[in-house]
């Protein structure tokens, strides 16, 4: 790649990358060829950089689900912001954009089943004062009728406010957190060395958006604040985007109990010698259709709910929580409401493993019975043959036996006529003594003829 690099909010904007371009003599001396991939894989650790927040800030985030939702679509919606005429598709093609106005920025970034939209802007003056829903929207940069437009269908929204405060007086920030929060059994916690605490209660408010509070000593820097944000946003993201396997989870818990009770069934009827094969052959791969028919629609669910409570757990490692006497932390929370959910579509997702294995384990067994079977059926047939083949042998035997008298009767028979034409012609010959001396010879000659025969074709 020859373009260059945003660095994360830079103010000073984009600057080339280090390593050299093609073109560069230097580079073309120094090191071989780039790998076509080179490029791409060297710059995913920066394709989603935190943004730098200035406090006290308002992120207003909103993610939806985008299956059926075109980038091109987020693409037209995108272009509806003020001086966004100019945004082309190509800025879209890495997954992550930061717009940047005077006052506020607007990150997108699209990812494989949903996408994010995170509004920073400074917090309103009213904001910590018990401010309504209705009135924080009022009070946003851009149209709140843009972020109804999103498309797709919403999973998550937050709005987070960050503040500056005294992370070493909890009292303080109680009383901070009220009038956000507005909830006295909130969850809080500090976050890294005591340099921020976070604050929420996860609850959906009739707005249809979840409050955080962080709250951050004067000294925090604006990158940290950056990843603070991100950390909470991506927990509570990830966090219902594994869920959405707890439902699949107990949908299947009827079927899969239904074709646990089948196959026990099938199975107790391949005990008897009674039952149809054929019938419970035909049972087996009905009941295997339909597993494999669950199998091949709820897979992936099952393996992204896995994947997905994998990076919520890394977000909790990565907050590095300290616990605040008397509240219950963020990931003390997540592990005892979560956790559960998640061992239900494991559970079920082994269970359904289990019976498809089950499955197959039967249906073995089940054509090793019908070979078997037919195995001895065949024996039956190869008996029946031999003793039809013997019994052929034996007529074979008898008609040859016969086939000789003829052949030697009819020999014999041109013996006479040639002895009575020779004694028509005057010769001293007695028709009926040659024939009779005649007949030895000619049984004798006949039957070893016939087991030459047998001999050529024995030989061949």
Same mark, same amino acid.
């Given at each position: 790649?020859?373009?260059?690099?945003?660095?994360?909010?830079?103010?000073?904007?984009?600057?080339?990358?280090?390593?050299?371009?093609?073109?560069? =003599?230097?580079? !073309?001396?120094?090191?071989?060829?780039?790998? +076509?991939?080179?490029?791409?894989?060297?710059?995913?650790?920066?394709? *989603?950089?935190?943004?730098?927040?200035?406090?006290?800030?308002?992120?207003?985030?909103?993610?939806?689900?985008?299956?059926? @939702?075109?980038? /091109?679509?987020?693409?037209?919606?995108?272009?509806?912001? =003020?001086?966004?005429?100019?945004?082309?598709?190509?800025?879209?093609?890495?997954?992550?954009?930061?717009?940047?106005?005077?006052?506020?920025?607007?990150?997108?970034?699209?990812?494989?089943?949903?996408?994010?939209?995170?509004?920073?802007?400074?917090?309103?003056?009213?904001?910590?004062?018990?401010?309504?829903?209705?009135?924080?929207?009022?009070?946003?940069?851009?149209?709140?009728?843009?972020?109804?437009?999103?498309?797709?269908?919403?999973?998550?929204?937050?709005?987070?406010?960050?503040?500056?405060?005294?992370?070493?007086?909890?009292?303080?920030?109680?009383?901070? !957190?009220?009038?956000?929060?507005?909830?006295?059994?909130?969850?809080?916690?500090?976050?890294?060395? *005591?340099?921020?605490?976070?604050?929420?209660?996860?609850?959906?408010?009739?707005?249809?958006?979840?409050? $955080?509070?962080?709250?951050?000593?004067?000294?925090?820097?604006?990158?940290?604040?950056?990843? +603070?944000?991100?950390?909470? #946003?991506?927990?509570?993201?990830?966090?219902? $985007?594994?869920?959405?396997?707890?439902?699949?989870?107990?949908?299947?818990?009827?079927?899969?109990?239904?074709?646990?009770?089948?196959?026990?069934?099938?199975?107790?009827?391949?005990?008897?010698?009674? !039952?149809?094969?054929?019938?419970?052959?035909?049972?087996?791969?009905?009941?295997?259709?339909?597993?494999? *028919?669950?199998?091949? $629609?709820?897979?992936?669910?099952?393996?992204?709910?896995?994947?997905? %409570?994998?990076? @919520?757990?890394?977000?909790?490692?990565?907050?590095?929580?300290?616990?605040?006497?008397?509240?219950?932390?963020?990931?003390?929370?997540?592990?005892?409401?979560?956790?559960?959910?998640?061992?239900?579509?494991? !559970?079920?997702?082994?269970?359904?493993?289990? #019976?498809?294995? *089950?499955?197959?384990?039967?249906?073995?067994?089940?054509?090793?019975?019908?070979?078997?079977?037919?195995?001895?059926?065949?024996?039956?047939?190869?008996?029946?043959?031999?003793?039809?083949?013997?019994?052929?042998?034996?007529?074979? +035997?008898?008609? /040859?036996?016969?086939?000789?008298?003829?052949?030697? %009767?009819?020999?014999?028979?041109?013996?006479? %006529?040639?002895?009575?034409?020779?004694?028509?012609?005057?010769?001293?010959?007695? =028709? /009926?003594?040659?024939?009779?001396?005649?007949?030895?010879?000619?049984?004798?000659?006949?039957?070893?003829? +016939?087991?030459?025969?047998?001999?050529?074709?024995?030989?061949?």
């Amino acid at each position: 790649m020859t373009d260059n690099v945003c660095i994360i909010d830079d103010p000073k904007g984009c600057r080339p990358p280090l390593i050299m371009t093609a073109e560069s =003599p230097l580079r !073309a001396v120094a090191l071989p060829p780039d790998d +076509t991939l080179r490029s791409l894989l060297h710059n995913e650790v920066h394709a *989603r950089p935190p943004a730098r927040i200035r406090l006290p800030a308002l992120v207003v985030y909103v993610a939806v689900l985008n299956d059926g @939702v075109s980038r /091109e679509m987020e693409w037209e919606h995108l272009k509806t912001l =003020p001086d966004q005429e100019n945004l082309t598709l190509d800025q879209l093609g890495g997954n992550f954009v930061r717009l940047r106005f005077s006052n506020h920025t607007l990150k997108w970034e699209r990812h494989t089943e949903f996408t994010r939209y995170s509004l920073v802007q400074a917090l309103p003056d009213q904001a910590l004062q018990g401010c309504t829903d209705a009135e924080l929207l009022d009070s946003l940069i851009i149209d709140p009728q843009w972020l109804a437009r999103i498309p797709g269908r919403t999973i998550a929204a937050i709005m987070l406010a960050m503040v500056h405060g005294d992370v070493d007086d909890p009292i303080a920030m109680r009383s901070q !957190a009220d009038p956000w929060i507005q909830d006295p059994a909130m969850l809080a916690s500090l976050l890294g060395i *005591r340099r921020s605490c976070a604050m929420t209660n996860f609850l959906l408010r009739d707005s249809g958006f979840e409050r $955080m509070l962080v709250i951050s000593p004067p000294n925090t820097s604006e990158l940290r604040s950056g990843r +603070t944000s991100q950390r909470l #946003l991506e927990l509570e993201t990830y966090r219902l $985007m594994a869920l959405r396997g707890l439902p699949v989870a107990k949908s299947l818990g009827v079927m899969l109990s239904e074709a646990e009770n089948q196959l026990a069934e099938i199975t107790a009827r391949m005990e008897s010698t009674e !039952a149809s094969d054929q019938d419970l052959l035909n049972q087996l791969i009905g009941l295997a259709a339909r597993v494999e *028919r669950a199998t091949a $629609m709820h897979l992936y669910r099952f393996s992204a709910t896995e994947a997905y %409570y994998n990076l @919520v757990e890394q977000r909790i490692t990565q907050l590095r929580e300290t616990p605040i006497p008397g509240t219950q932390t963020i990931g003390e929370f997540m592990q005892r409401r979560v956790a559960p959910a998640m061992t239900t579509v494991q !559970a079920t997702a082994r269970r359904l493993g289990s #019976l498809s294995q *089950r499955i197959e384990r039967a249906s073995a067994l089940l054509r090793t019975r019908v070979d078997i079977a037919t195995e001895a059926q065949n024996q039956m047939l190869l008996e029946k043959l031999t003793k039809g083949q013997a019994l052929q042998l034996r007529l074979q +035997t008898t008609v /040859e036996g016969l086939s000789i008298a003829a052949i030697s %009767y009819y020999v014999v028979s041109l013996i006479l %006529y040639a002895g009575k034409a020779a004694k028509a012609a005057g010769l001293p010959v007695n =028709p /009926e003594m040659l024939a009779g001396a005649l007949i030895p010879l000619v049984l004798l000659g006949i039957w070893w003829g +016939t087991q030459r025969i047998h001999k050529i074709l024995q030989d061949h």
